[in-house]
Nanobody, 125 residues
Framework: VQLQACGGGFVQAGGSLRLSCATSRGTFRCYVVSWFRQAPGKEREFVAGIKWNGGHTFYKDSVRGRFTISRDIVQNTNYLQMDSLQPEDTAAYYC???????????????????WGQGTLVTVSS
């Protein structure tokens, strides 16, 4: 699959943004689709993920209750709704997809072979 991510921007603390990740070729069927983020000088970290078949979602503890990951099966598009954004959420956000993945590795960047380009999210205090 080829992934196209968009939706980043600049927002004040407490604001919201919605990121989207679409396939330009292929389908997300049977994939796990996740969002990762990477702040300057830091390692890439897991944010949220969704199992396309069935819609099971999972989150990084610090974003649970503020971020919501969802999917549009018809449009083959994944969304990350980010509410109550904080300065510490500032990072480049990446979507990733993988079909051959086991549950214990879904939060590891190394488990994913397909990546979209990053989209920058900047949250001011």
């Amino acid at each position: 699959v080829q992934l196209q991510a968009c939706g980043g921007g600049f927002v004040q603390a407490g604001g919201s943004l919605r990121l989207s990740c679409a396939t330009s070729r292929g389908t997300f069927r049977c994939y796990v689709v996740s969002w990762f983020r990477q702040a300057p000088g830091k390692e890439r970290e897991f944010v949220a993920g969704i199992k396309w078949n069935g819609g099971h979602t999972f989150y990084k503890d610090s974003v649970r209750g503020r971020f919501t990951i969802s999917r549009d099966i018809v449009q083959n598009t994944n969304y990350l709704q980010m509410d109550s954004l904080q300065p510490e959420d500032t990072a480049a956000y990446y979507c990733a997809a993988e079909s051959r993945i086991i549950t214990s590795t879904t939060r590891a960047p190394s488990a994913y072979n397909y990546w979209g380009q990053g989209t920058l999210v900047t949250v001011s205090s």
